[in-house]
């Protein structure tokens, strides 16, 4: 999908707002609500807006560990991986889950827990229970500087 002006003031609209009535997003762009609307649902369409979430405080929710977790396995083959991926998925606790390169490791996750103590239950109790987990190196969270959702879209062509 060839993207114009207009779609790219959407998409930065509504990464900065998703929860924009149709009305107030047409109003910014600049646009009438009938073909913001057919715009905003044929990039939903083309798979450009994956999804639309609430962000929730973690905090608020009692969530006051971040942790950033580097996963080794211990054979590099597809069921393997696809174990590790399948269980992982499974874990509300892990938000993010990486296949990375350029490391030691094989998966980065980001976990989010109340305490050390659930860390130490998900971790030993779950993640390093997995068949072919050979080995775990974790970083903790002491603040986040940036913590967006938004993509750069001064590359779209």
């Known amino acids: 999908m060839r993207l114009d002006k207009f779609d790219i003031n959407i998409l930065h609209e509504l990464q900065a707002n998703g929860s924009l009535s149709n009305h107030e997003l047409a109003e910014r762009v600049g646009l009438t609500p009938a073909p913001c609307s057919r715009r905003v649902r044929q990039l939903e369409d083309n798979g450009v807006i994956r999804d639309k979430v609430v962000r929730v405080n973690e905090r608020a929710v009692n969530l006051h560990l ?34 990375i390169t350029g490391h030691e490791a094989d998966y980065q996750l980001k976990v989010s827990v109340p305490d050390m103590d659930s860390y130490h239950d998900l971790l030993l109790g779950k ?28 590359y779209v062509k």
Do not use: W
């Open 127 to 154: 993640i390093t229970r997995i068949e072919g987990v050979s080995g775990v190196k974790s970083a903790f969270v002491m603040r986040k500087v940036i913590d967006s959702t938004k993509v750069p879209l001064n």
């Open 66 to 99: 971040t942790a950033i977790l580097h996963i080794s396995m211990d054979k590099h083959i597809p069921e393997r991986f696809q174990c590790f991926e399948s269980t992982i998925s499974q874990f509300p606790e892990v938000t993010e889950c990486y296949i």
